[in-house]
């Protein structure tokens, strides 16, 4: 089983850097692709970034791609994400979730991820 708990948003000014967490406190996390996914208020959830099983693979949104990071530590069972240069834009709940492998998944679309943390709150101020 995967349960997923993000942590590190928070209220931070445009032009700053923040690093959001997210653990599995189960006992599969490497049997798993884990994708960064947010969501502004009216808006769907989009793809940040994705990471495969053992961080050999890394994918991002072409709009966030030079900002954003995206990695992992299959010891500690977390994912992160740095955010570096950050915009008002940027401000959203974000989530992580877990995608099994397939051969035709694209790890950009939500439904192909099975497991998802509550989210975690970035605001940015200009």
């Known amino acids: 089983q995967v349960h997923l708990v993000e942590s590190g948003g928070r209220l931070v000014q445009a032009g700053g850097s923040l690093r959001l967490s997210c653990v599995d406190s189960?006992?599969?996390?490497?049997?798993?692709?884990m994708g960064w996914f947010r969501q502004a208020p009216g808006n769907e959830h989009e793809f940040v970034a994705r990471?495969?099983?053992?961080?050999?693979?890394?994918d991002y949104a072409d709009s966030l791609k030079g900002r954003f990071t995206i990695s992992r530590d299959n010891r500690k069972n977390t994912v992160y994400l740095q955010k570096n240069s950050l915009e008002s834009e940027d401000t959203a709940s974000y989530f992580c979730?877990?995608?099994?492998?397939?051969?035709?998944?694209?790890?950009?679309?939500?439904?192909?991820?099975?497991?998802w943390g509550q989210g975690t709150q970035v605001t940015v101020s200009s």
């Open positions: 189960g006992r599969t996390f490497s049997a798993y692709s």
């Open positions: 990471i495969s099983r053992f961080g050999r693979a890394t």
């Open positions: 979730a877990a995608a099994p492998d397939h051969q035709d998944y694209t790890y950009r679309r939500k439904e192909e991820y099975w497991y």
